[in-house]
């Protein structure tokens, strides 16, 4: 989900890319295709606030977040120009995990607590505006905007906690859902050409999101490796 103060920015980037093809008026100078994985990190903001129902209050603390799985990212890239061009491409910031724990208490007493092991993937379409910024002959800053198009898919098991020492004594649920995204991307890379049809390609790419469910919002970094064959 999109925040508020994202939605003018999202829209001047669709129109505009959606403009591209008809403001190019020219065939790419050239264009190549690639694929590239690498290392995801994330920086979470936890919302929720303790509460209280007269004499009872829930308490909620989190663990830190692990990234569990290798991201990846499939593209294509046409260059109308010496400094622009756009690309469109699959790309799968990974899975992050971590852990919501609620403490109960009443008249400031423990009573139990609740564990929230949660996970979540996020991965999508995306279409972007590049900017080539010439270093050397062989060597190209890139920087991007665009937006992505995708889906943030959450798991979550919570188990039921009844003593001071944890013991568990049941699990009490498991939810799946799935939330569609759109969502601004921003990159920076340098593109190096080592030989005549091929290139590689060091990235860092950032997106934000937030689940409003749980009053959570992540921004994710992928910092990525890629190969490209030029045609």
């Keep these: ?18 403009l591209t093809p008809i403001l190019a008026q020219a065939y790419p100078i050239a264009s190549s295709i690639g694929w590239g994985t690498g290392y995801t990190w994330t920086e979470a903001t936890f919302n929720e606030s303790i509460s209280t129902i007269g004499a009872t ?87 991007k905007a665009g937006i992505l198009f995708g889906t943030n898919e959450y798991d979550d098991t919570e188990e039921r906690v009844v003593n001071e020492s944890g013991e568990l004594i049941s699990s009490t649920s498991k939810t799946n859902s799935s939330e569609a995204i759109s969502t601004p991307q921003f990159s920076l890379g340098l593109l190096y050409r080592y030989k005549a049809d091929w290139q590689m390609r060091l990235q860092l790419n950032q997106i934000e999101y937030e689940h409003t469910a749980e009053k959570e919002d992540f921004s994710q970094w992928f910092t990525s490796l890629s190969f490209e064959r030029r045609f």
């Design 57 to 143: 209050s829930q308490t909620p603390s989190y663990s830190s977040v692990e990234n569990e799985n290798l991201p990846w990212n499939l593209f294509t890239t046409f260059r109308f120009h010496e400094y622009y061009g756009f690309e469109l491409g699959y790309i799968d910031y990974g899975t992050i995990k971590f852990d919501k724990t609620l403490t109960t208490t009443t008249d400031g007493e423990f009573d139990n607590s609740s564990v929230r092991k949660a996970s979540i993937s996020t991965q999508g379409f995306y279409i972007t505006h590049v900017l080539y910024v010439p270093l050397l002959d062989n060597l190209d800053l890139q920087a």
């Design 1 to 18: 989900m999109q925040t508020k103060k994202a939605e003018p920015i999202m829209r001047i980037l669709l129109l505009t890319l959606l």
